[in-house]
Nanobody, 125 residues
Framework: QVQLVESGGGLVHPGGSLTLSCATSVFDLDAYSIGWFRQAPGTEPEGLAC????????YYEYVAKGRFTISRDKYKNMVYLQMNDLKPDDTAVYYC??????????????????GGQGTQVTVSS
């Protein structure tokens, strides 16, 4: 059930940065844990980061540690994924998803309550 809207994707050179946004007009994102995922062609969705509805800090999967930062702006009802030092292997469609449960390790995207249609990120010279 698509309820979220991702934006901010695009074409970026290796080493560049992008900030993705996740928004909805349907509910208060602050009440939900928000996860970011990505899916490259021919692969399963890969979890990147999650920011819990019960704690102020983010949880990161190994692939995202050190380069990606998740944050939320409760006043704008937005969640962001700041991505730095992007590499060609980061090329994928990026999705955000919302769930009422707190973040946990390796929670697959299909277990989240709500999702979006994704935004394409292409890293290429």
């Amino acid at each position: 059930q698509v309820q979220l809207v991702e934006s901010g994707g695009g074409l970026v050179h290796p080493g560049g940065s992008l900030t993705l946004s996740c928004a909805t007009s349907v509910f208060d994102l602050d009440a939900y844990s928000i996860g970011w995922f990505r899916q490259a062609p021919g692969t399963e969705p890969e979890g990147l980061a999650c920011i819990s509805n019960s704690e102020p800090y983010g949880y990161y999967e190994y692939v995202a540690k050190g380069r990606f930062t998740i944050s939320r702006d409760k006043y704008k009802n937005m969640v962001y994924l700041q991505m730095n030092d992007l590499k060609p292997d980061d090329t994928a469609v990026y999705y955000c998803a919302a769930d009422e449960a707190p973040c946990g390790p390796k929670v697959p995207m299909y277990e989240y309550d709500y999702g979006g249609q994704g935004t394409q990120v292409t890293v290429s010279s």
